[in-house]
Every structure is written in C-alpha cells, then in structure tokens.
C-alpha cells in the first residue's frame, strides 16, 4: 500500500501568517491527491482534489500544488477557523490511504 | 442536498459481529462509489472499504479489515452495508460513510455522515 507521510506533525502559527503543510507519497500517485480539514467532533471536509484544485466554496487563501510523491497545501493568511487538523488522502491506489495529519495550532 | 445518515454502531465483545448501515439521500445513490472510512479515538481517518457504483461487481479492501469485513449495498433501497466480523479491540472507532465527489469517478470524498461509533470491549 501507498503510505503517505506529513510533515510537520504540529504547525505553531499566528492569526494572519502563511502556513506551509506537507505530504509525500512513498510511490507516485500522480495528482490523485486530496486534502481534508478536521475540527473536533465533525467528520473530515474535503479542501481540494487532484492536488490542486479547491473544493466548492473554499475561500482562495487555501491553495494546493504537487504531483508524483510530494505535494504541498498553503493556507497563504491564517483565519481563526483555519485552525485544525489536516489530512492528505491519495486516491490513485487500492486501498487508499490517508497521511497522519498536520495540527495547526496558534 | 446530500445526506448520508449511519447507524448500527455499538459496544460490542471481541470476536463478535456487527452490521453498519449508511442510508443516502439527496443524490442517485447508484451512480456513485461509496465509501467507509473509520477513526480511532484521537487517531486520523483510516480509509476502510470502498464498493464501486455498479452495485458489486469491484470491492476494496483496507489490509487492517480485509477478509473479516465485508462491504455492500442495496441501491434499490439507497443503503450501504458494512458487515464486520471477528471483531477486535483494534477495530474500536467511529465509522463514516462517505461519497466521492462525481458521479462514477473517485476523486475525493466530499460528503460524510456524522458517524457511528463502534466500541470493541469485553
């Protein structure tokens, strides 16, 4: 199986700054690669699909570049309601897989 | 709008069974790939099985699960069935259904149920 590998685990940053957020893949899944926000208590939302395309309604601060095996997501001016977890999943292999997360946390 | 509501979750011994159900609304339920995703109490999603749209004919399994658990779906009643047996404290957490964005494709889950926890205890 493909396993995804984030980095940093936890992101200490403040209100307003640039957060940069990691996922490597241990083979290629060319940019079948999608990223979730977790908040407590609420299930995963998707934020973006092929690597870099946003989610419906998901505000333009967020972006998301990469392909093959390293993939990275900006959030360019962190809101309050930024503050989370974040998931990386690929969807290019059987069984997908999902990283371990990245806190962000002020 | 898309709704996707689980149940069946509980507390269970080890080496039991259980049966989750997802029942979909809000969308043609046949012509999308659906899926379980699992998550352990402070631990990250774990994608778990997935069955393609054409009501059976492709499966998938996660390693952790595979050979006890078994996904499936009745499109005639918009449900999707997780069947879990020989059951392990390994297995305690809460189980999502979830959709793909597009129809007949899979390229990210875009809808989620709010979950159902499953607690494996003696």
């Known amino acids: 199986e493909i396993v995804m590998t984030q980095s940093p685990a936890t992101l200490s940053v403040s209100p307003g700054e640039r957060a940069t957020l990691s996922c490597r893949a241990s083979q290629s899944v060319r940019s079948n690669l999608a990223w979730y926000q977790q908040k407590p208590g609420q299930a995963p939302r998707l934020l973006m699909y092929?690597?870099?395309t946003r989610a419906s309604g998901l505000p333009a601060r967020f972006s998301g570049s990469g392909s093959e095996t390293e993939f990275t997501l900006i959030i360019s001016s962190l809101q309050s309601e930024d503050f989370a977890v974040y998931y990386c999943q690929q969807y290019n292999n059987w069984p997908r897989t999902f990283g371990q997360g990245t806190k962000v946390e002020i | 709008q898309v709704h996707l509501v689980e149940s069946g979750g509980g507390v269970v011994q080890p080496g039991r069974s259980l049966r989750l159900s997802c029942a979909a609304s809000g969308f043609i339920f046949s012509n999308y790939a659906m899926h379980w995703v699992r998550q352990a109490p402070g631990k990250g999603p774990e994608w778990v099985a997935a069955m393609w749209y054409d009501d059976g004919s492709n499966e998938f399994y996660a390693d952790s699960v595979k050979g006890r658990f078994t996904i499936s779906r009745d499109n005639s009643k918009n449900t999707l069935f997780l069947q879990m047996n020989s059951l392990t404290h390994g297995d305690t957490a809460v189980y999502y259904c979830?959709?793909?964005?597009?129809?007949?494709?899979?390229?990210?889950?875009?809808?989620w149920g709010q979950g159902t926890l499953v607690t494996v205890s003696s």
């Open positions: 092929g690597a870099s």
């Open positions: 979830a959709r793909p964005r597009q129809p007949y494709l899979d390229t990210g889950l875009a809808h």
